[in-house]
C-alpha cells in the first residue's frame, strides 16, 4: 500500500463524527442494517411510458452532480449534470437548460432536435453571461464547467443529447436468446476516446499539445479530459484564458480558438418493442461498471430502487479496488470520499410500451430534483395538447 493511502485510511477509519443527517431511506429496501449516509434515493415513481428510479451518491464535499427528472402525461425528461471545478454550472444548467427546452418548444409547436439543440445553446450563453457578471468578484468561476446529458421520451420517440462523458445505455431483449443486451447510446466526449483526440487533433491542427498524454491519462491541454461541455469559459474565450487568478488552469498561450465545444451530439430513435429499459448516469457509475454488468443488474433485480442498488454496486466496486469493505467505505465523510470515487447519479427509465400508447392525464406532472427530497410541480402542462 502507498505511504499516502495509509495515512488517509487512518483518518478514514477513525471515530467519524456524523454532521449531516441521512437521506431518505428505500422502502423497498427495509432490512438495510446502516444506511449511507451520502446516498439519496427515489426508489420508484411513474413516467409517461412507464416507471423510473433515481439515485445520488455524494462524494465531492459540496456535491458537483446535479440532476432531475420531470413527469408529464405526454412526455418524460431526464437530466444528469457532472460538474467539474465547482457546482456552479451544474447547478445552473438544472435551474435552466428544461426550462428553455419548454419554452422553445412552445414557440415551435413541437419536439425536435432543433428544439433540443436550441435549449442547449441558450444554457450555454446564459452560463457565460453570468460567468461574465460574476468574474470580478469571483475569477475562478471561469474554470467551472459541467458535462450534460439529456433524455426525452415525447410521444414514443426519445432524444438523447449529450456533452461531455456521463452516459445512456438502453438494455434491450435479444429475442434469439431472451438475454437482454447493453447498448450504449451516446458517445463519450473524452480525451481517452481514440476518435475524441483525432477530432481534436484535426480541428487544430497547428496546436502539437491540443491533447497530452499525463501520467497516463489524455488531456485536453493537459487540463481536462472532456472535450464538449456548458461552460469552462477559460477553454472557450479569449478574455478568461490567460487569467492570473487562475493559475492551476492558465494557458500557455493566449488562446485564438474556442478549445471546448459545446455543441451536443443528439440521436433521436423511436423506441422498440424490444427496448426494456434506459439508465441515465454520470461517469462516477462507468467508471465502476461496464455498460452490461449495468444492464444484469436491472435486468436481473426488482424495480423498486433499482438506481440505489446501480450505485451501491459501484460503490462496492469502488471499495474493491482500494483493498477494502464496503462496510468501511460508508464510515468515509463527503469531501475524502472523493478518493475513492466520484459523485455518482443514475436514473433508470422502464418502457412500458402499452403506455407508450396512450397518454395517462391523471399522471402528476412532477419535478424530481436529485438529491432533495422535495417535489414540486413540473411545467410539463404547458405542452399539453402539441403534436
Known sequence: MWPWM??????????????????????????????????????LGKHSAGEYSFAVAQANEIIEDHSQVETGSAGTFVGVYDGHGGADASRFVADHLFQHLIRNAREAG?????????????????????????????????AVGSCCLVGLIWRGTLYIANLGDSRAVVGSLNRSNNKIIAEQITRDHNASVSEVRQE?????????????????????KGIIQVSRTIGDAYLKRPEYSMDPMVARFKLSKPLRRPILSSEPSIITRVLRPQDQFLIFASDG?????????????????????????????????????RQMRYEDLKKVEKGIRRFFHDDITVVVIFIDHSSLKETDESLPELSVRGFVDSIGPSTFASLDGMV
Not at 295 to 305: C, K, L, M, T
Open 6 to 43: 495509509g495515512r488517509l485510511m487512518a483518518a478514514c477509519w477513525g471515530p467519524v463524527t456524523r454532521r449531516y443527517a441521512c437521506m431518505t431511506k428505500d422502502d423497498s429496501e427495509p432490512n438495510v442494517d446502516q444506511e449511507d449516509c451520502l446516498v439519496w434515493s427515489r426508489g
Open 110 to 142: 413541437t419536439i425536435s432536435e432543433e428544439v433540443v439543440r436550441n435549449a442547449f445553446s441558450a444554457t450555454e450563453d446564459g452560463f457565460l453571461a453570468h460567468v461574465r457578471r460574476m468574474h470580478p468578484f469571483k475569477p475562478v468561476i471561469a
Open 285 to 321: 457509475l462507468w467508471e465502476q461498471l461496464t455498460n452490461q454488468e449495468a444492464v444484469d443488474i436491472v435486468a436481473n433485480s426488482p424495480r423498486a430502487g433499482i438506481a440505489k442498488r446501480l450505485v451501491k454496486a459501484a460503490l462496492k466496486e469502488a471499495a474493491r479496488k
Open 200 to 220: 481534436l487533433r484535426s480541428l487544430h491542427p497547428d496546436d502539437n499539445n491540443i491533447v497530452m498524454l499525463k501520467h497516463g491519462v489524455w488531456r485536453i
